[in-house]
């Protein structure tokens, strides 16, 4: 089995905030996740570098527009180290492996027939580079809106044609028999209906301004910025050399979006790839949207989240914890100081750090820093060790379906039987008493510890990594197939520090 999993390209227009950290954290996840599944894996993301709107923004800052594409790329590129996200290529819509890529898509389309020119007439907002139809638009005072919210303007241009209308029946088709090709299912609901109300052909040039791919043989065209941008999905997968080891192993993959752009990706790009002979993608998911303390995030409002910011107020693995436990993905999400505090404070220092703290800094004090695997469990541990096994499939279970927050719950509540488990044994009763059940007993709490641990790992990578040190273990040793069997015959502590310090609410 392999994962290819990609984040959209970024906009360059302006810097990185907390909703492009989060789609990229969420592919990040899913990407460690399979890896740990033993699969192999391909993790893209990238910046979107072309078309007006980006155009639009060099020209405000008076700046040569390669010159601003350069800088802008490289803040979204610097952020993904530091958002803990380990990728596998980042992708440049201005590089020259692009243009290649795209110009060969565009004459593979041509050449099967599937585009014509002719002219465009009609509503275009520069904001979502898309066009609209009038009835799509609403009237507020004497000017038309985007749904977004975003302004239109009125263009006339000669355009070429992509025959999206064709494929009409073909996608309904393709929709009906890949039922869960698009999550979640409102998601997929959505789009089936949009595609059932009809298809109208789809302009996929430009000729008003130059800030694009050229359309190969038409000086006077440029292509529309998103068939140029989906294609940096084949791009980084070396399309076109198709029998190529990437393209080969890694696609069709999978495309985690904004619900704002799913219609490209779920209309537009399956049918972009069917008319050019190549596999629709595996699976297209579609997350919501963040407020901030309830509250839309807009520039205008002056209330951006920035990454860097709120990351280093709270902590990394808090951050990434919180965007996905607190909110099922693909529900909109509230960011609020409150929320973050609650829910890092209950679940990572209490639930988890609290039990590692206790636990092991009693192993290291009273049991030699070792713990040995037990001559026989009794049937409090069975119990124990049987419910690891079911929480597990659980666990997989939602991490396949991309339910991230609900595998997290699972962990979470197995963690706290493990908490009620000690508290019922307490090991520290049995210091005087019965040295070797207490031995048993801290043996099971540890490494079922590590267990969850492992499952966390996608999630909260630079802690768990910490974590596994406090017992000399890598998470190189692990891999999900065997861990129901994880039961070393011996491991040394080293003494813990604090892992999860609290928030002060
Ligand atoms: N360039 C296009 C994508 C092309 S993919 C072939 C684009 N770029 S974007 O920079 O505007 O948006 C990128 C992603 O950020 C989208 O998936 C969008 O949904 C996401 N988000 C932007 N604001 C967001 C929030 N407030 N909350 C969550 N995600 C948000 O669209």
């Given amino acids: 089995m392999t994962f290819y999993v990609t984040t959209p390209i970024y906009y360059v227009n302006d810097v990185p905030h907390i909703g492009h950290a989060y789609t990229t954290i969420a592919c990040d996840i899913l990407s460690r996740f399979h890896k740990l599944k033993g699969e192999e894996t391909f993790f893209l993301t990238g910046t979107d570098e072309h078309g007006q709107k980006v155009e639009k923004a060099s020209n405000l800052k008076n700046q040569d527009t390669q010159n601003f594409v350069d800088e802008m790329s490289k803040s979204f590129r610097d952020l993904v180290p530091f958002l803990g996200c380990d990728i596998?290529?980042?992708?440049?819509?201005?590089?020259?492996?692009?243009?290649?890529?795209?110009?060969?898509?565009?004459?593979?389309?041509?050449?099967?027939?599937?585009?014509?020119l002719s002219n465009y007439e009609g509503w275009y907002s520069i904001r979502d580079e898309a066009f609209y139809l009038e009835n799509e638009l609403k009237k507020v005072n004497d000017s038309f809106i985007a749904p977004s919210g975003s302004p239109v303007e009125w263009v006339k241009e000669e355009s070429f044609f992509f025959k999206l209308s064709s494929w009409e029946d073909k996608l309904i088709k393709y929709y009906e028999k890949n039922q869960d090709s698009i999550l979640p299912k409102s998601r997929y609901n959505e789009v089936l209906s949009f595609i059932k109300g009809g298809l109208k052909d789809l302009s996929i040039s430009r000729t008003t301004f130059k800030w694009?791919?050229?359309?190969?043989?038409?000086?006077?065209h440029v292509m529309y910025v998103w068939i140029d941008a989906l294609c940096n999905y084949l791009t980084a997968i070396n399309y076109p050399d198709e029998d190529n080891h990437n393209f080969k192993t890694f696609w069709p993959g999978v495309h985690v979006v904004g619900k704002d752009i799913l219609r490209f990706h779920a209309v537009y790009w399956p049918a972009f790839l069917m008319a050019a002979d190549i596999q629709p993608p595996k699976k297209i998911f579609a997350h919501g949207w963040w407020t901030n303390e309830g509250q839309k995030i807009s520039k205008s409002l002056g209330n951006i989240i920035n990454p860097y910011d709120i990351i280093n107020q709270y902590g990394l693995d808090q951050i990434r914890f919180f965007l996905f436990r607190e909110v099922p993905f693909g529900n909109d999400g509230d960011f609020s100081k409150d929320a973050i505090a609650l829910r890092v404070n209950a679940d990572l220092s209490n639930n988890l750090g609290n039990l590692i703290q206790r636990?092991?800094?009693?192993?290291?004090k009273n049991s030699d820093s070792k713990v040995l695997k037990p001559k026989r469990f009794n049937q409090n541990d069975e119990k124990l060790l049987e419910l690891f096994k079911k929480n597990f499939d659980n666990y997989l279970n939602h991490m396949n379906l991309f339910q991230i927050d609900r595998a997290l719950k699972n962990i979470f509540e197995y963690l706290s039987e493990v908490n009620a488990y000690v508290d019922t044994e307490a090991p520290w009763s049995l210091k005087n008493s019965n040295q070797e059940r207490m031995k048993d007993v801290l043996y099971i709490v540890t490494i079922l510890t590590i267990r969850c641990s492992v499952l966390l790992f996608p999630i909260i990578?630079?802690?768990?990594?910490?974590?596994?040190?406090?017992?000399?273990?890598?998470?190189?040793?692990?891999?999900?197939?065997?861990?129901?069997n994880f039961f070393p015959d011996y491991l040394k502590l080293n003494k813990p520090s604090p892992i999860f310090p609290r928030i002060e609410l």
């Fill in 88 to 116: 596998d290529d980042f992708i440049r819509t201005t590089e020259n492996r692009h243009k290649k890529a795209a110009q060969f898509l565009w004459n593979k389309l041509k050449n099967n027939n599937q585009i014509y």
């Fill in 212 to 220: 694009g791919i050229k359309v190969p043989e038409e000086d006077n």
């Fill in 359 to 364: 636990i092991s800094s009693f192993i290291v």
């Fill in 461 to 484: 990578p630079s802690s768990i990594k910490n974590i596994l040190k406090i017992y000399n273990l890598s998470i190189e040793n692990f891999n999900y197939e065997k861990i129901n």
